[in-house]
């Protein structure tokens, strides 16, 4: 009997792609109990799987042997109950990273050309002719423009490698921040150890941290007060990354320049979060991905891995 791999229909996944492996497919709906015929089943695709759910299914699923989630981060998957040590656990890292970067560039881009105040004003029905007209090019102490800019992108994985070449492309100075230094992909990158030195010089701070206890409110009071007055945070890794309470401050009483934040501590944002009224704020409600590109791609590489007996691609 061929073996069975279950794939979620909260995604259009094409299927073609993986035929010809002598492996059956079935789909499931991810709301919706998986039937007894298919609880055999080794192999388990996942995508916007909720939580309680899958703490149901995870010890239904007796045979399990892989999951493959379409994530990122598959916190979900974590937190279910499965079995790690029988279950080999897959992220979709490499998915999400173009449309995490273009968001990143989006956000940079409404911070530095205020696209968000001129639809405040729009909205009042006025004419925002402060930001109109004849303007001085890149004034030194504000953030207008990504030309010369100093960007530093904190946590250098894969959708900064994406991100940095459209930044240098619009004449950006980008560096690096992760746990190890070195040039990647012609960027400098450097240690946190260097982050009091770079915070200072920083025009866009850009923070695609994952979540984990190591980067729990890694950009601190401390480290925000590093910050020159124009600079701007833009958060599309983790909420927990950002000590929130800190920035609120910071943007209330004018010590940095704006926030863009694609990710929060609590989402949805409460209504009581400060964040919908702190100036100079924009507020994007996990966005940026959403959207795995071309998942079949990596389904297929690791069935092919899987039924190999070869160590499979992103295992968490």
């Known amino acids: 009997m061929a ?5 979620p229909t909260s995604l259009a996944i094409d299927t073609s792609l993986l035929e010809g492996f002598g492996v059956s497919l079935h789909a499931y709906d991810v709301k919706a109990p998986i039937p007894d015929d298919l609880l055999d089943a080794e192999i388990l695709i996942t995508w916007t799987n909720p939580v309680p759910r899958l703490k149901e299914e995870a010890p239904r699923l007796k045979n399990l042997r892989w999951i493959q989630s379409l994530a990122a981060g598959p916190n979900d998957v974590l937190s279910a109950g499965f079995d790690t040590s029988k279950i080999t656990v897959c992220t979709g890292s490499g998915l999400h990273d173009h449309t995490v970067a273009e968001h990143t560039l989006g956000l940079l881009l409404n911070a530095a050309r205020r696209f968000f105040e001129m639809r405040d004003y729009q909205l009042q029905g006025k004419w925002p002719g402060h930001l109109g007209g004849p303007q001085p090019d890149r004034p030194k102490g504000k953030f ?7 960007v530093v992108v904190w946590g250098f994985g894969n959708i900064a490698k ?15 921040i992760a746990r190890s230094q070195g040039v990647r992909n012609g960027v400098e990158v450097y240690g946190e150890d260097k982050l009091q030195e770079l915070l200072p010089k920083t ?3 850009v923070m695609i941290l994952p979540g984990s206890d190591a980067t729990m409110h890694a950009l601190n009071a401390e480290r925000l007060k590093l910050l020159p007055k124009h600079a701007w945070v833009v958060n599309v890794g983790r909420g ?13 009483a004018g010590a940095i320049g704006g926030a863009a ?3 929060f501590e609590t989402e949805p944002l409460p209504e009581g979060s400060r964040f919908w009224k702190t100036p100079n704020t924009i507020v994007s409600p996990h966005a940026a991905g959403g959207r795995p590109q071309n998942p079949e791609t990596l389904i297929a590489a690791n069935l092919r891995k899987f039924l190999a007996g070869q160590e499979l691609k992103n295992i968490i």
């Open 3 to 7: 073996r069975k791999l279950l794939y």
């Open 144 to 150: 207008t423009s990504l030309q010369d800019a100093n």
């Open 162 to 176: 994406m991100l940095t070449p459209w930044l240098t492309a619009l004449g950006a100075n980008v560096t690096g």
């Open 203 to 205: 025009d866009a701070l």
């Open 240 to 252: 927990t990354s950002i000590d929130e309470s800190a920035l609120a401050d910071a943007l209330d």
């Open 261 to 263: 934040l694609d990710v």
